[in-house]
């Protein structure tokens, strides 16, 4: 099995005084600004960092839904945040790490099991699989 998903940017202008817009294919992104200073700058607006973070937040969060029902588990609730660490290197830019955080909720999971689990779903995410950095995580069962 396959599956094709489109994302689209456009971009007009230099790096430092353009503007650009994304898009995606459900329409989710449809023309959304982005551009240096919300990158670069902190100013407000969109980047692919931060969107590579809520996708390789949402990539694992349903791993781990899904390796957790192949344990006879079901979380109550999950809450994952992804940060995405972009440094200067030697040749320009690199997303160098990404640190994804978990609080969760799972009745009838102890800590050995929910470690076991958490693991196993940050190293089998596709996203995970997809990226060139070290990815950490911290993972909290909560009550």
């Not at 023309?31 to 607006?45: D, I, K, N, T, V």
């Not at 192949?70 to 200067?88: I, N, Q, R, Y």
């Amino acid at each position: 099995m396959s599956i094709r998903r489109r994302g689209a940017a456009a971009w007009s202008g230099g790096l430092k005084d353009g503007r650009g817009e994304l898009f995606t294919q459900s329409k989710a992104l449809d023309g959304y600004p982005y551009g240096f200073a919300a990158r670069f700058e902190g100013q407000r607006g969109s980047n692919p960092e931060e969107l590579l973070g809520a996708a390789h937040a949402g990539c694992f969060t349903m791993a781990l839904s899904l390796i957790l029902g192949e344990a006879g588990l079901t979380a109550e609730k999950m809450e994952t945040s992804a940060e995405v660490t972009l440094d200067e290197v030697s040749d320009g830019f690199a997303i160098t790490a990404v640190h994804l955080e978990l609080k969760a909720k799972i009745p009838g999971a102890d800590q050995a099991k929910f470690e076991e689990l958490v693991t196993k779903a940050k190293e089998g995410c596709p996203v995970s699989k997809v990226l060139n950095a070290d990815i950490t995580l911290d993972a909290e069962l909560v009550e």
